[in-house]
């Protein structure tokens, strides 16, 4: 899970140095990090979220030959 803080980049860039200290030093205490930050959402927008997606659902097809079993035309055994 990625955690990002509850603050725009605009906003951020909109602080004066003043208030970028300060937002900075709530940033190192633990209690007000929790606080200013929220769970990061986009990432199963992202590019390499769905091509993990798509990869852990290709399924792995195996084929075989059972001289012994009567042959059924076009089986494909999927595992």
Known sequence: MITE????FLDYVAMDEPQRSSFQTCCADDEQLKR???TYRMY???KWYKELQWQLKQPVI?????????P???AVSVL
């Open 5 to 8: 803080l509850k603050i725009s």
């Open 72 to 74: 059924m035309e076009n």
């Open 36 to 38: 200013l930050s929220t």
């Open 62 to 70: 195996h084929t075989y030959v059972t001289p012994e079993l009567n």
């Open 44 to 46: 199963k927008y992202s």
